[in-house]
C-alpha cells in the first residue's frame, strides 16, 4: 500500500521524462566509414544537443540510429537544417574521411557514408501514441480479467488477478517517475518502456494462472476442508516452483541489464522490477484478494452444512 502511495504520489507530481515517441523530434540513421560505438556516438552528440539525444546501434558497427528532442515543437526546414548542421558538428570526428562536407553528409548520393535516412515525429502523431500506449495497457487487463473470471469460473479470480497485476503495474511506473534523473541511466518513458511494461504483465499473470490452477485443483481434492487452510497449503506447493522460475529469469535478466549496454538498460531495468513485484504480488495480493472476496460466501455456505 505505501508503495502504491509513493508511486500515485510521484506521477501526479513529478511526473515523467518521455522519450521521443511521446514527445515527437527527430530520428537519423547514420552509416560511419569505421566501426563506431553508441557510447562514443551518444558522449559527442549530448554535448551538441543539450542531452537531448537517443542513440542505438542499427544494423552493424557503423550504422548508428540517432533520435534527438531538440526543438521537436518546431517542424519548420529551417529548424530541420539546423538540427542536421548540429548532428553533422558531432559526427564529423567518427569518421575515417575528415574532409567528409556537409552536403555529402546530408546526403548518399556522392558519398556512401552520412545520414541515409530519417524520420520525424510531429507532436500530435506523439500525443497519439501516448493515448494508445495508455489504451493498450488497460485493454491488456481488461482481457485478462475476462480470461481468467472464465478459465476459473469465477469473477473474484478475475478481479485479483487482474488486481495483482495493476499492482505491478503501477510500482514500476512509479518507479521509473520517482527516480528519474537520480539513477545514472535513462528512465524514459517511450514505446520500449511500454512494451516492458506489457511484458511483465504477461510474466506475471502466467504465475498467477499457475498458483489459481494449483488451488483449484487441491479444492477438488479436498472440498470439505477449509478454504483458508487449502489456499494457504496451494500456496506453499507451488512455492518452490514460483521461485526457482523467478530466480532464473532474473539471473537471466541481470546479465542482459549489466552487460547489455546503455540503449537497453532501461527496459532490462523495468523487466527486473517487474519480476521481481509480480513474484510476490502472486503470492501475497492476487490470492489473498480472491480469497477475501470469496470468504463471505464460503461462510455462508459452511454455515449452511453445518446447520444440516
Known sequence: GALIVISIVSIFTKGFTYGVDFTGGRTYVVRFDQPVTAEQVRDAAIVEFDGAVEVKQFGGESQMKITTQYKNDQESTDVDAEVEAKLYNALKPFFAETDITLD??????????????????????????????????????????????FRFKGWTWGLGGVVSLAHTAIIVIGFFSLFSGILPFNLDVDQTFIAAILTIIGYSINDTVVVFDRIRETIGLYPKRDRYQVINDALNSTLSRTFNTSLTTLVVVLCIFILGGATIRSFTFAILLGIIIGTYSTLFVATPIAYELQKKKINKKAAAEAGK
Open 104 to 149: 555529402e553528409f546530408k546526403s548518399t548520393v556522392d558519398n556512401p557514408n552520412g545520414i541515409i535516412s530519417s524520420d520525424k515525429v510531429g507532436p500530435t502523431i506523439a500525443n497519439d501514441m501516448k493515448r494508445d500506449a495508455i489504451i493498450a495497457v488497460i485493454l491488456s487487463l481488461f482481457v485478462i480479467f475476462a480470461y481468467i473470471a
